[in-house]
Antibody, heavy 123, light 109 residues
């Protein structure tokens, strides 16, 4: 079965960096585009970033553009999110999610989600 | 930026009743709209994509409709496990800009 498991988040000081990872299993990882989506405590969902199945294209939401970098290692079936210059407003549960489509036929809908990992930005 | 507005914010209904949730886009999203269900402490679950296609394993009581700027998620007869928060989500054409609505909470009356 499809499984997506995010690394532990944690508490990080404002202005510092953190890298999240997401280990994928149960499907052909290198065939699917992947996303990061976040949810601030008690709030709604916000799309963060997307990476093409082969890593050739990347797209970001407004809040992530210029500070966050999405990447993947298909040899390790792992997705990453490098978060730099973190701010208090980046505090959220971060989910990795699989795109509904495969092989470049991305739908930009999310059919499988990890359990999420909480990142708290605080001094 | 396309803004999705969901209404009502809260829907109070009893099991067995019909639920009708609305999602309105600030500009046309064609049929690029999905619906998700989220229960407390859980990740969201895809229910409907491309306006009206049920995702794998989703019961037939869930249906989606609409086009352009106005979309509806209907739950024909609420089961106890359907009480949750529902989000709509759109993707703009290109480059992709994805956004979610603010959510509708379906609670037990």
């Amino acid at each position: 079965q499809v499984q997506l498991v995010e690394s532990e988040g944690g508490v990080v000081q404002p202005g510092r960096s953190l890298r999240l990872s997401c280990a994928a299993s149960g499907f052909t990882f290198n065939s699917y585009g992947m996303h990061w989506v976040r949810q601030a405590p008690g709030k709604g969902l916000e799309w963060v970033a997307f990476i093409w199945f082969d890593g050739s294209k990347k797209y970001y939401g407004d809040s992530a553009r210029g500070r966050f970098t999405i990447s993947r290692d298909n040899s390790k079936n792992t997705l990453y999110l490098q978060m730099d210059s973190l701010r208090a407003e980046d505090t959220a549960v971060y989910y990795c999610a699989r795109d509904l489509g495969s092989y470049g036929g991305s739908w930009f809908f999310f059919d499988y989600w990890g359990q999420g990992t909480l990142v708290t930005v605080s001094s | 930026e396309i803004v999705l507005t969901q209404s009502p914010a809260t829907l109070s209904l009893s099991p067995g009743e019909r639920a009708t949730l609305s999602c309105r886009a600030s500009q046309s999203v064609s049929n690029y709209l999905a619906w998700y269900q989220q229960k407390p402490g859980q990740a969201p679950r895809l229910l409907i994509y491309s306006t009206s296609h049920r995702a794998n394993g989703i019961p037939g009581r869930f249906s989606g409709s609409g086009s352009g700027t106005d979309f509806t998620l209907t739950i024909s007869s609420l089961e106890p496990e359907d009480f949750a928060v529902y989000y709509c989500q759109q993707r703009s054409n290109w480059p992709p800009e994805l956004s979610f609505g603010g959510g509708t909470k379906v609670e037990i009356k």
